[in-house]
């Protein structure tokens, strides 16, 4: 997206500033791979989201990875997902393994926080004149991201996520809420 306004910065006291109208120069596809034990993470620029991109997404994935090593692949429902083509493909690569979440249910939190960090990092206060801005900025950040990457640390057990919700849940189901 391109402003209409240039962004307004930031001065003491007064937040930055920005139009809420901008230009759409079109639109990218990412597909992410995110490796849990080390953080890297292998993406691909598409421009579209069709079972013929997710299929080279995945000899993308095939060409980065180590032969010797069984690929689990977390994916949406998307029906590209499942195409013909894709089944085709798996059954030539028998160390990929498709995993679907569940319907309506959310991605790993481990890539939707990868995802966030994109957001909030590259994306978030971009200013994209096209279509090839975007995909170089996308691009350098993936870079600077797999040079120092390391893998998300969670600081918070099971047990104390769950006691939160319970506490949230029990304050929010009494009366005047």
Known sequence: MERTTPVLPMLPGVPERRSFDYVRHGTVDLFAALNTATGKVITKLSAQH???DFRDFL???DRQTDKGLAVHVIC?????HKAPVVRKWLLAHPRFQLHFTPTYSSWINQVERW???LERRCLERGVFCSLDDLKAALEDWIKVWNDEARPFKWTKTADQI???ICRYCDRISKPGH
């Not at 949406?76 to 590209?80: T, V």
């Open 50 to 52: 069709r079972a013929v």
């Open 59 to 61: 000899d993308e994935i």
């Open 76 to 80: 949406d429902n998307l029906s590209a």
């Open 115 to 117: 995802f966030a960090e």
């Open 162 to 164: 769950l006691d939160r």
